[in-house]
């Protein structure tokens, strides 16, 4: 009997382990300080006292109104996350509207913080993301209204118009703030630019090209 209950204990104690981990980021990086009086910061935001919030703490009417899709791409991603909402703090959830020109994309991007399920209100989108090295394998579909998509978190994605006319998706992430990176522009705008020796041989491709390339961002 002794013997089980110490397998018991034993065993309790392996899971308590396994189970413990770090909170999930709530932004790019939190950089720890020793002196509390030089700065504070939390990971997400400070919680308003509960007896002052209001109904608009709640409410944001941003995705009434289509966005404007006259840009390079041909799309408009409209947030509706902890920046917008205050309510959603320490929810672990947000929304965005994006809409988009016929033909327009919503370029390859990755949410670092947050898996994306996207719902097809309007249009024909083709959908897809890549997997991880090494097998960088393609899951792709063609959406048609009603139609839903899961973008796993963190893997590069994209949605592209191929109908004649407008679309519009609704995407939730699990996130309150979920972070959006666009590769091309991560890649070829970085501020202060990415060495055109690495591009040049991390593409395969002519210094001219990589040069032309972050010129446009």
């Keep these: 009997m002794n013997t089980l209950l110490a397998y018991i204990a034993l065993l309790a104690m392996a899971f308590s382990l396994v189970s413990a981990s770090d909170p999930s980021p709530l932004q790019d990086f939190c950089v720890a300080v020793n002196d509390t009086h030089e700065t504070v910061f ?3 935001k400070f919680c308003k006292d509960p007896k002052l919030a209001t109904p608009n703490d709640f409410f944001f009417s941003g995705l009434r109104l289509p966005g404007n899709t006259s840009n390079k791409v041909g799309s408009l991603v409209t947030p509706a996350n902890v920046a ?8 672990g959830v947000s929304l965005a509207r994006v809409d988009y020109a016929p033909y327009g994309l919503n370029p390859p991007h990755i949410h670092p913080r947050a898996t994306e399920i ?3 209100l309007e249009g024909t989108l083709y959908a897809g993301f890549v997997t991880s090295n090494p097998e960088n394998r393609l899951f792709s579909k063609v959406l ?3 139609d839903v998509f899961v973008f796993p978190k963190g893997l590069i994605h994209f949605q592209l118009n191929v109908g004649t006319t ?6 939730t992430l699990s996130s309150q703030n979920p972070g959006v990176i666009t ?6 705008g970085s501020k202060p630019a990415i060495s055109a020796d690495v591009l040049t041989k991390a593409f395969q491709v002519d210094k001219n090209v990589v040069e032309n390339l972050q010129s446009r961002f």
């Design 42 to 44: 939390v990971n997400g």
């Design 84 to 91: 917008q909402i205050p309510g959603l703090n320490t929810l």
């Design 118 to 120: 996207l719902t097809l």
């Design 144 to 146: 048609y209204k009603g």
């Design 166 to 171: 407008k679309a519009m998706a609704i995407s």
């Design 183 to 188: 590769i091309a522009n991560a890649v070829f």
